[in-house]
Nanobody, 125 residues
Framework: QLQLVESGGGLVQPGGSLRLSCVAS????????IGWFRQGPGKEREGVSW????????TYADSVKGRFTISRDNAKNTVYLQMNSVKPEDTAVYYC??????????????????WGQGTQVTVSS
């Protein structure tokens, strides 16, 4: 069964850090680009970051650039999202997704074939 499972969410104070993980099962993740998306309360889902399956090139939404880092460990079939200097506006359910698209439309949900169930991140003091 093809599956993506996110973990690592939780409650964190503003300015703190959190690392999310996305583990794939049933398929080889290294052949796919992986995107992280989030959906905050009352908001539409938006792209956060993307990593290529070919050369691990990355891209980020402006709102997280310089604070979040995406990385992948193909041997573990896992992609990570390191979140530093988090802000209350980072509060959201975070999803990972796998697709074969390029970086050009990485923020477009239609570029992805598989989705995880999401993990909640809450930034609050």
């Amino acid at each position: 069964q093809l599956q993506l499972v996110e973990s690592g969410g939780g409650l964190v104070q503003p300015g703190g850090s959190l690392r999310l993980s996305c583990v794939a099962s049933g398929f080889t993740m290294e052949y796919y680009a992986i995107g992280w998306f989030r959906q905050g309360p009352g908001k539409e889902r938006e792209g956060v970051s993307w990593v290529s399956g070919r050369d691990s090139s990355t891209t980020y939404a402006d709102s997280v650039k310089g604070r979040f880092t995406i990385s992948r460990d193909n041997a573990k079939n896992t992609v990570y999202l390191q979140m530093n200097s988090v802000k209350p506006e980072d509060t959201a359910v975070y999803y990972c997704a796998a697709g074969r698209g390029s970086s050009r439309f990485w923020y477009n949900e239609n570029e992805y074939d598989y989705w995880g169930q999401g993990t909640q991140v809450t930034v609050s003091s």
